[in-house]
């Protein structure tokens, strides 16, 4: 059994007096595909924002390959090994070649003509190449930014609900290249999404959060078909109203 | 309207004549104001783009400070630089160093940076706070530093920023108040455009005043031409 990537013990996260997160265990193993489902304002934003160390627990111990997060206190490597895809991606003001490029000229590298004109291709971006990042559509957008964070051969992929609001065809291209990534270079994904549909077809485990807090964390088949906590239940069949 | 009409003709010949006394004036208009707008860039810029960009307790009260300073009346700045200044000033009476004398280059520069500054924070912070402000958030989980994510949101509110400086430029030299009170005016010393105009005009020499107020009209335009060219780009 490998020692997981990321633990998280006794975390809480609190926002003007409010607790968002509340988490007493969950841990995500290397390799592994993690859905996180859960309403809206469950706290999924914050847990991803808290595995990319753009926000720090207010108590409780979060690790990362052993080490205990805190502010200031990552090495920009390893802060460099995880990026997000967010729900709503900010491009720069460029063409999407550049915009693709932008992680890797951070790193120093000054020609990633090779690396980043195979991502175009994979993501089917090839036409769109030299077009500004404000002419796209909102589907080419979250295909630009998944591509400038898969370009980066992060080890930890987190997706902040990559594909709500996008076509089927995006929809499956994006899940096809997540999962191809995942199996091929043994990619970590954590995935934030409403879609449970979703969830169970990308998704090795399933988290359900709710208030904050882990409601249940199974593995897909047993998340899905005999969920232990009536919440999950309720959730996966569609009845719990938020 | 006769008189007008000749002091245009003389004051065109006057602008391709390559008078001395002409070009000394404007020379130094240029050099007083485009000093100043430097020391305006490394002061208004960072804090600008800190206003825009960071929260912090007591960023309402700066930005109403920066509000204040954009609407200053430039004569009330140089009321105030010639009091701190002059012999009896807190300043004036210090005997310091650094403290520039009145009625020299180095005062009217002060003055006009504390006009151009406000300006040139205020249309920054405006810049910036325009920008997405998810992007910021996105460039950091790609691996950016704090100051590479700061950098990357000043270059995409860059034409903002230009617009700024240009606009900060644009109400120093057009500016007249100050620079009388902490200039004075003086011939080959202070005398910039705004208050040889001033001055030509009261002696009745109009074909200098008007060749000058010509020059003026041409920086104008030109300062205006770069703004709209540089919002066109940004659009």
């Known amino acids: 059994m490998m020692d997981p990537l990321y633990e998280l013990r006794d975390v809480s996260k609190a926002y003007d007096g409010r607790t968002v997160i509340d988490i007493d265990s969950l841990t995500v193993n290397p390799g592994e595909v993690l859905a996180v489902v859960g309403p809206s304002g469950a706290g999924k934003s914050t847990l991803l924002r808290m595995l990319n160390f753009l926000e720090f627990p207010d108590s409780g ?53 090779a690396e980043v004109g195979s991502i175009i291709r994979r993501l089917g971006l090839e036409s769109l190449a030299l077009a500004q990042a404000r002419t796209l559509s909102g589907g080419e957008a979250q295909r630009v930014a998944l591509a400038r964070a898969t370009v980066l051969k992060p080890t930890v992929l987190l997706l902040d609900e990559p594909t709500a609001n996008l076509d089927p065809y995006n929809v499956g291209l994006i899940e096809e290249v997540v999962r191809e990534m995942n199996e091929e270079a043994g990619l970590t994904v ?12 990308l998704a090795h485990r399933v988290a359900l959060l709710l208030s904050g807090k882990v409601a249940e964390c199974a593995g897909t088949q047993a998340f899905f078909e005999s969920p232990q906590d009536p919440r999950t239940a309720a959730f996966v069949n569609g009845e719990m109203v938020y | 309207m006769d008189a007008i009409w000749a002091g245009l003709q003389q004051g065109i010949r006057l602008l391709f004549s390559g008078d001395p006394a002409f070009w000394e004036i404007i020379l130094l208009s240029a050099q007083v104001s485009g000093i100043a707008l430097v020391i305006s860039a490394a002061l208004g810029v960072p804090l600008g783009a800190l206003l825009g960009l960071m929260r912090f307790p007591g960023r309402r009260a700066i930005q109403a400070v920066v509000y204040t300073g954009m609407g200053f009346p430039p004569v009330v700045v140089g009321l105030a630089v010639y009091l701190l200044l002059s012999r009896n000033g807190i300043l004036g009476s210090a005997n310091l160093a650094w403290v520039p004398d009145l009625f020299t280059v180095p005062a009217m520069i002060v003055a006009q940076v504390i006009i151009a500054t406000p300006l040139v924070v205020g249309y920054t912070m405006s810049a910036v706070s325009d920008v997405d402000p998810n992007l910021r958030l996105q460039l950091r989980s790609l691996g950016a530093t704090s100051w590479q994510a700061t950098w990357a949101i000043l270059h995409e509110a860059r034409h903002g920023v230009l617009v700024a400086l240009v606009g900060g430029f644009g109400s120093i030299i057009s500016e007249v108040g100050a620079v009388t009170m902490v200039g004075g005016n003086i011939e080959h010393s202070t005398r910039v455009v705004t208050t040889a105009i001033v001055l030509e005009t009261r002696r009745g020499n109009l074909n200098m005043a008007i060749g000058l107020g010509m020059v003026m009209l041409g920086m104008a335009f030109l300062i205006n031409l770069a703004v709209t060219q540089l919002h066109g780009k940004g659009q």
């Open chain 1, 61 to 113: 111990t979060l690790t990362y390959r052993g080490q205990t997060v805190r502010p200031g206190e990552i090495p920009l490597p390893a802060r460099r090994e995880v990026t997000t895809v967010f729900q709503r991606p900010a491009l720069l003001s460029t063409s999407v070649w550049r915009n693709i490029g932008y992680g890797l000229r951070l790193r120093g590298r000054r020609d990633s003509r």
């Open chain 1, 190 to 201: 954590v995935l934030v999404t409403h879609n449970v549909f979703q969830a169970r077809r």
